[in-house]
């Protein structure tokens, strides 16, 4: 390993700094535990929707899923979006190896907004012959992690959502992708203020006709003055829930993808019916629909109180992500 | 039980500072006189033209008033183009002539989607520590702004992503709004055009808005009938208990001002309208702060509005449920309200979650139409017909809008 270039390698400088101190950089390379090197990394992410009885099937504005929910309802699309942050490698060591996320379309150094929209206006297409694309789709986070050549990557980690401190600010002058107006017009939520961290939404052929799963933190009372003035408030439920998914054997980090099983998400929900709340779940704590919800993404159920110090959990058992072969 | 404050030390905020040291230089500099220091409190770059006893409202440090943002914030507050549908705008559901309440239960948006919740008047909006009916997480202007232009639900003015920069040319092709962005933020680059657009138009309307002031009605100016004098005793009567909830200078015990420099807690009461289930509920999606912040007690929770020019703003409460003044007296006579029938019948009169000081009272009818002469006595027509404060767009025929005019006694005062 050139430590040099380990040295002087952009981005992610003070990550680097604390690897530094961690392996030596500046000690020969015989050492037992090796230096590592800052590297750029893609992580993509997919989103399935494929179901037994229509293993084929793929989200995409326009087009009709079916046998979802446990109705096997037929859907279309709405909104396909969610925020991720806090982006880890572990390696089989325990070791959490973070990675530190570009300035890049759809994403800043706090968090990244997956897409997964192909056209615009995703809930009106009916021809996609006559829709635009969606500029704004993403399906991967760009990022740089420092790795060693003895690291070997067990499991990958990340957060669903965005940080606390970026979650109750000013939305108008926000970076991109927070900035509403801008990339997060319709991330934001509405008069509750902060960002919804999941737009997953869908319409229904039969009984309801909007289906929608918006994560986001209840219970909050913190309000711009108190965060410009430091003052501590926190949420009853901060509802961001960190993964911490196992590579499968012989794959290396570089060959896996991250994919958000839709599927599986609304395997136990009724997507013809709301009996109550909001439309779908959009993290109410009385809300009947978000039980189901809570539990297939691994949160504590809706509107339980979290412990204060903790503006994230880590998920223990949950059905929602997992990592594939990237395709 | 009325919760007492809690009092938390707390920084001046930084405008307050700054003002704070400029006031004392300026003191320096000027020949001997006897000045009491008010560290700054009255110091503004606008001209709040209020009496110096009334207190002057918080500005954010980002976002001090100027009279250039101020016009530039009413262009906007009256400008249709920011809406999906070229049909709402600010003023759509606030209209001067009912101290900007529209005189519906609820308002309806560019879509069609109607509003769950009643349209308020923003009479001294400035002076609330929190906004709208029952958020206690929304503390300024600039941050509640962007939730009707681009809130999904409901759908207010629509601004969305498919519609946004088609919204946007919309507003920068308009001749008017050069020279009204470069006066406003003259220490920006072409602010019109330039990536601040959006927030200098939520702080411009933010500042529209701020300015809106009401303190000249004929209680003000101490010109009130018999009747009004014996309603404010009675409104100010530890029977009727008014004054606990509608409070103070502004009638509200949400009011905050320059002059209060700790911590104030946000309040809200529930005043026993719905009890949907027996346990104190409340009809989605109008539940008050619990919405916000799921604690039980919460249930049912609004802020209490000011009742300045409250005869212009009905129907009342945070849904428009209740018709007038007389009716919004019976509730509080009988100690909360009672629905017998339809979805939402439930005895609000024994919710569990009611303020403590509404237990119901004694009322006779002239004392009744004693306290509404005193609530009438709160409509300032100076704020209603005050040009400064209406459309300043030419009307269809290109021609200049005349002063808006009295609207006259509105009915229940009569």
Redesign the interface.
């Given at each position: 390993m050139n430590k040099n270039f380990c040295c002087l390698a952009k981005g992610g400088l003070a990550l680097l700094v604390s690897s530094f101190m961690l392996t030596g950089c500046n000690s020969d390379s015989s050492t037992s535990t090796g230096s590592r090197t800052t590297q750029a990394i893609e992580l993509p992410f997919a989103l399935s929707v494929a179901t037994a009885g229509y293993p084929d099937q793929v989200p995409g504005c326009g087009l009709v899923m079916q046998g979802l929910g446990t109705q096997n309802s037929r859907v279309t699309l709405a909104d396909a979006r969610f925020f991720v942050h806090d982006l880890k490698l572990i390696t089989d060591k325990g070791e959490a190896l973070p990675i530190t996320l570009d300035a890049a379309a759809g994403q800043n150094k706090d968090a990244a907004l997956l897409d997964f929209r192909d056209y615009n206006d995703c809930a009106n297409v009916t021809d996609t012959s006559l829709a635009t694309r969606n500029p704004n789709r993403k399906t991967s986070v760009l990022g740089q992690v420092a790795l060693g050549e003895q690291d070997q990557i067990s499991h990958i980690q990340f957060t669903l959502g965005i940080p606390f401190g970026r979650n109750h600010q000013d939305q108008a002058t926000a970076v991109e992708p927070l900035r509403n107006p801008g990339l997060a017009t319709g991330m934001a939520w509405s008069w509750q203020i902060g960002y919804k961290f999941t737009g997953l939404d869908v319409l229904p052929a039969e009984g309801v006709t909007r289906w929608n799963i918006h994560l986001g933190s209840t219970g909050c009372t913190i309000t711009a003055t108190d965060l410009a003035q430091g003052t501590e408030q926190s949420c009853v439920s901060y509802n961001r829930p960190v993964y911490t998914l196992a590579l499968p054997a012989g794959q290396l980090h570089d060959q896996i993808a991250i994919e958000l099983d839709y599927v599986a998400l609304t395997s136990t929900s009724d997507l013809t019916q709301d009996l109550g709340g909001a439309a779908g779940c959009m993290s109410g704590g009385a809300d009947p629909e978000c039980t189901a919800i809570f539990e297939q993404l691994g949160l504590p159920a809706p509107g339980s109180e979290w412990d204060g110090s903790k503006t994230k959990t880590a998920v223990a058992t949950q059905g929602v992500f997992s990592v594939i072969a990237r395709p | 039980m009325m919760t007492r404050t809690t009092l938390?030390t707390?920084?001046l905020p930084l405008a307050a500072s700054v003002l704070a040291v400029s006031a004392l230089l300026s003191a320096c500099l000027s020949d001997s006189q006897t000045r009491t220091d008010d560290q700054g409190a009255r110091l503004s770059a606008y001209d709040w033209q209020l009496p110096s006893h009334l207190p002057l409202p918080r500005e954010p440090a980002d976002n001090p008033m100027t009279e250039e943002k101020f016009q530039l914030g009413r262009h906007l507050f009256y400008d249709t183009r920011l809406s999906a549908n070229n049909n709402i705008s600010c003023a759509s559901c606030h209209h001067q002539d009912k101290a900007f309440s529209d005189g519906i239960a609820r308002p309806t948006g560019t879509s069609g989607q109607q509003h769950p919740r009643n349209s308020q008047g923003l009479a001294n909006v400035a002076w609330y520590n929190?906004l709208?009916w029952g958020?206690?997480?929304?503390?300024?202007l600039?941050?509640q702004v962007?939730?009707p232009?681009?809130?999904?639900?409901p759908v207010e003015h629509g601004?969305?992503?498919?519609n946004?920069n088609a919204i946007l040319s919309a507003i920068q092709t308009v001749p008017e709004y050069d020279a009204l962005f470069a006066a406003a933020f003259p220490e920006q680059d072409d602010p019109l055009m330039n990536d601040?657009v959006?927030?200098n138009l939520?702080k411009a309307l933010a500042s529209f808005v701020r300015g809106l002031t009401s303190y000249n009605s004929p209680y003000d100016r101490g010109e009130i009938s018999a009747a009004a004098r014996r309603g404010d005793a009675l409104f100010n009567s530890e029977r009727l208990e008014c004054f606990h909830c509608h409070a103070g200078y502004n009638f509200s015990d949400s009011t905050v001002d320059r002059s209060m420099t700790s911590?104030v807690e946000?309040l809200f009461h529930n005043n026993g309208l719905y009890n949907i289930d027996g346990r104190g509920g409340y009809p989605?999606?109008n539940q008050g702060q619990f919405?916000?912040?799921?604690?039980p007690a919460h249930m049912g929770q609004f802020r209490a509005p000011s009742l300045r020019n409250v005869a212009l703003t009905a129907p009342y409460n945070h849904d428009g449920s209740v018709a007038t003044l007389r009716d919004v007296i019976l509730n509080y006579a009988a100690g909360g309200r009672e629905i017998t029938s339809g979805p939402h019948a439930g005895d609000g009169r024994s919710n569990p979650f009611k303020d403590g000081f509404i237990v119901s009272f004694h009322i006779e009818e002239p004392e009744i139409q004693d306290l509404i002469a005193f609530l009438c006595s709160l409509t300032d027509t100076t704020f209603i017909t005050n040009p400064r404060y209406s459309n300043p767009w030419p009307d269809e025929n290109g021609n200049s809008r005349p002063a808006p005019t009295n609207p006259g006694v509105p009915e229940q005062c009569l």
């Open positions: - | 938390m707390r920084r929190t709208t958020n206690p997480s929304l503390s300024t600039e941050q962007v939730i232009l681009t809130g999904d639900d601004i969305n992503e498919n946004q601040r959006w927030d939520h911590f946000a989605y999606p919405e916000l912040t799921s604690v």
